[in-house]
């Protein structure tokens, strides 16, 4: 360990001295935090829920086309 972080581990006392020190950290960072309106969550909410009903569809459509393919391979082949 470098001499600067030894002495501010031993400044701090002990692991609940520094348990202390990361608590407060934490609360002053998540005051700094900007915290999204609730029209914002709305309209993020409402776009996550399109994409992924999109995709959906999207993913079902090729799962029918790619069954329908494999089904023709098949019965064209003569597969077991």
Known sequence: MTD???ESTEKT???IGRAR???SE???ELARVT???RREVWA????VILVSTLFGVYL???DLAMSAAVGWVFTR????
């Open 4 to 6: 600067n972080l030894k």
């Open 13 to 15: 006392g002990g692991w």
């Open 21 to 23: 020190r990361f608590l």
């Open 26 to 28: 934490v609360r002053n």
């Open 35 to 37: 915290w999204p309106g």
């Open 44 to 47: 993020t909410t409402v776009v």
């Open 60 to 62: 079902y459509a090729v």
């Open 77 to 80: 082949f003569g597969g077991a």
